[in-house]
């Protein structure tokens, strides 16, 4: 292995002397990242007279009715965020959008803009529901109900004490009918009338509980229906009548109810009702009747303008009842079906493939090829398991996918035509865990140069936790005893050398023998165990703070760097060294968070170390500047990073988190052999726009670029430092940081060493 480490450790002992910058190349504005997000988890679901929209785990979900489609709004198409809990429309046709974290943002279709409220996420209130009276809106929050006045955009007040009984308590739902405002809180129904002076007083509340007929103290919403106001429990129905309520469950007693909704049905008055497991209505109060089959998760109902019924789910997104068929049309929106992704990589054909674990029961895996995503789960085959932990893709073509608890479940065959197959305890190495043989649990899988492929067996019971899978066929394992450490192995890396690899893999801190480091050399004969030699171990007399082991990797230089749950680190002379912060020209240069979950190394040389609180990118120049990327400075869909992946020809970052993922554009592809194939896009480029980017693509190492006039003139330079591979972006501008004017340019790449050079040109137009 190519160790150079007296040259990268008086890199680093340099550092005071290095001038502070950022990673060369990094480009995070917000046009270059998209967001792909599971919009199926319906929270809330409304209508209005433009279509069906959706409150979802993953944005906003917006089924037009123009166009018989969907449109989705996460937090690349002008959303703060993606996780909204609830919405909903004021008088002038605008959409209130409600997020978990208290934000609020006001979308206004026609101008296609959005403007933030944060006052109730400043003091750390939820906003749970939305009701527009004239110019005013009615808020139900988890403290109360708050007067906003549209107008003067500003609280006017907040109802706290409801009542006397019912003080600074969640308010799930709000409605006013006529003067009456009525609040559904967990401590039961509280009325007041609007043309009181004073709300904030008590005495203006009164309080309805189960002492009054409610089936729970713990309301969700309202319906009016046939002139009485209906009040939905998650155990019934009640309608206020002289006073008191009075159960509506009828045949449904027993049933978990969500929702009520006002319709009508063959020309009547109906009310709509919403239970887990199915849609019901009536024109009768207490008779109910089922409309088409039963559904699964059902979050709500709503009733849209052309009187069709909408179902919204917590798995599937949306259902329109096609009242001719008598049956629910599935609306399901493209995208991931998942948003608790635990791996993510990128195939040879550009497919990005990615594991869900637990958090989605229904999807263990997911394949985007570009154009749409295909979701995979238990229902598809056998042989897939809802918790999955890593993908490995091999060199003939099969994906190997790991699982926690069935082993590893083996994709063959080309998308729409997959053939799934498994490797347990039954037919492979691999074994159970003690007290359990049938539980399997697999964490992470690589191949060798070879075609080797190594596996974690996470606590296997014969202590074989590092199998490999050789060439020729067969199975070995290597034993805890012999690598001295414990069997929960969580990482694996493949050391690369000009002789033969080693395999590192790192344990976690749970119950079951020596956490830390291991480093096998297994002579390069995977079915030979008389050359293997165990080559030594990393522990906290080695230097690691902890020895709670998330990732390890090799940067392209050859240097092995190890990411735990409270550092980063390096070795250096067969110690691990901490690489937390660089005092840079007397600023710190600082990894962003210490709980590194994920060390991924793309084509030039810098590590993208994932947190729990973003990422920072480690400069593969200086291997001392650090780039923070978040939520707060990018369109980053999500601070807990769980994996990433490159894809080395185009440059393209895979993001995979824990609610979502996200695609950065970068030029940090692998370099070609030479500059034949110099081109560039788009042409003609048209400048004057924000964001406006020319790629110089198809640079070869080391190149250097210079943009001239027709004429000859220098316009812009970039040195072989600023061209991170096979890749540079021109934003249109001079060395001067000015628009260049309209006409052509010629775009030249060199290597200095060698003399090559090429030349492109582009006709540039400057709006």
Known sequence: MKKNLLSFAAVLLSAASVAAQSVPGLDISTQLWESFTNLRTVRSLKSNAQGVWAATGGGV???????????????????SQNDVRVLGFDQRGRVWIGFSNGAIEVFDPSRNTFRTINEFKDNGVAVLDFFAVGDSMYLSTSVGVSLYLVNREEVKETYRNLGGVIQSDTVRSILVDGRDLWAATNSGVAKTSLTLPNLQAPESWTIYSTASGLPSNRVLGFAKFQGRIVAVCP???????????????GSLAGYTFKQAQRGTANGQEALYIATAGGIYFGTTPGVWQRIGEDLAQISGVTIDARNVVWAGTSNKGLFEYDSAAENWTEREPEGPAANTVTSIEVDDNGYVWCTSGLGDKEVAFMVYDGQRWYN??????????????????????????????????????????????????TNSGLVGIAGDPRFVPVTE????????????????????????????????????SFLQISTNLEALEIERSETTDRIWVGTNIEPGGSPGVSVLDYGGTADNPSDDKHAGTLKAEDGLRSVDIRAIAQDRDGEIWIGTAESLYFLF??????????????????????NVQTVKVDPANNKWIGTSAGISVLSGLDNITFSDITVGNSALVANSITDIAFNRKNGDVWIATTNGISRLRTSFTEPKSDLSALDGYPNPFVIGAEGARFVINNLAANSAVKIYSIDGRLMRSFAREEVPGAQVVWDGKDDNREYVPSGVYLFVAFIEETGTSAVGKVAVVRR
């Open 61 to 79: 979900l917006f089924w037009d009715q123009t166009v018989q489609s969907f449109k989705a709004y996460k937090n690349t198409d002008g959303l």
């Open 235 to 249: 155990n019934g129905l009640a309608q206020f009548e002289n006073n008191t309520w009075q159960s509506l469950s």
């Open 376 to 425: 995979f789960g238990p229902q598809d085959s056998p042989f897939i398991h809802d918790d999955c932990r890593d993908v490995a893709i091999l060199q003939n073509g099969e994906r190997w996918i790991a699982t926690f608890g069935k082993g590893i479940t083996v994709v063959k065959g080309e998308l729409g035509n997959f053939q799934f197959e498994r490797l347990d305890q």
């Open 445 to 480: 899988i690589k191949q060798d140069a070879a075609g080797n492929v190594w596996v974690c067996n996470y606590s296997a019971s014969n202590g074989n936790a590092l199998l490999v899978y050789s060439t020729q066929g067969t199975w070995r394992g290597f034993s805890s």
């Open 573 to 594: 002379s067969g110690v691990a060294r901490e690489r937390i912060c660089t005092n840079i020209g007397g600023t710190l240069s600082c990894l962003i968070n210490e």
